[in-house]
């Protein structure tokens, strides 16, 4: 059963350029998560997709933006990039189970993506 | 807003347990209290969740005291493998904003 699964593991873009990282969730799950993670800190939400609408929303500009297909897959968009935006960008993916108050097995991240802005 | 205390570091040897606690005074009524595991330029690991009480799995365990102010990852035997950082958190999937994942725990473990 395939986990979470990123692409690019890896990319150097130079500040002002525009960047897309792409994410696949685990099977069975339905709601998509990314979160910035910035080296030595720990991962800062950045906002969260379900059926194929933004649900909710960490504290990030407008530059950053995202989208899910209907399946499930999503991207994360940059535009604009800045220097600060180095990071390593996680995927987390859950099932939307509304009968509890969290996923019972948490999210399941991917390894990431990790961006350079030159 | 549940914010959570950890300590910065911890050290130990293989074979030991390992107890890290986490502070969190604010936690809300439909908060559950979740444990994470992060290895160098990986994503983090779920370990581990609970709401109150004990909870046990085949890696690790979970202590929360009744007033759920706290809670304690229980390591058992740990090897050099578990050298990791570990994160609590604590929120609702309803707030997703609300899962702070802070600074973590740096845990070295030494032969």
């Known amino acids: 059963d395939a986990g979470v699964t990123q692409s690019p593991t890896h990319l150097i873009k130079t500040r002002g350029q525009q960047v897309t990282l792409r994410c696949s969730p685990k099977s069975g799950h339905d709601t998509v998560s990314w979160y910035q993670q910035a080296l030595g800190q720990g991962p800062q939400f950045i906002f969260q997709y379900y059926e194929e609408e933004e649900r909710q929303r960490g504290n990030f500009p407008d530059r950053f933006s995202g989208h899910q297909f209907p399946n499930y897959s999503s991207e994360l968009n940059v535009n604009a990039l800045l220097l600060g935006d180095s990071a390593l960008y996680l995927c987390a993916s859950s099932f939307n189970d509304h009968r509890v108050n969290f996923p019972q097995d948490g999210y399941t991240f991917g390894s990431g993506t990790r961006l350079t802005v030159v | 807003l549940a914010k959570t205390t950890q300590p910065i570091s911890m050290d130990s040897y293989e074979g030991q347990e390992v107890n890290i606690t986490c502070s969190h005074n604010n936690i809300a009524t439909n908060d559950y209290i979740t444990w994470y595991q992060q290895f160098p330029s990986q994503g983090p690991r779920f370990i581990i969740q609970g709401y109150k009480t004990k909870v046990t799995n085949e890696v690790a365990s979970l202590f929360i005291p009744a007033d759920r102010k706290s809670s304690t990852l229980s390591l058992p035997r740990v090897s050099l493998s578990d050298t990791a950082v570990y994160y609590c958190?604590?929120?609702?999937?309803?707030?997703?904003?609300?899962?702070?994942f802070g600074t973590g725990t740096r845990l070295q473990v030494f032969p």
């Open positions: 958190l604590v929120g609702d999937q309803r707030n997703t904003d609300k899962l702070i």
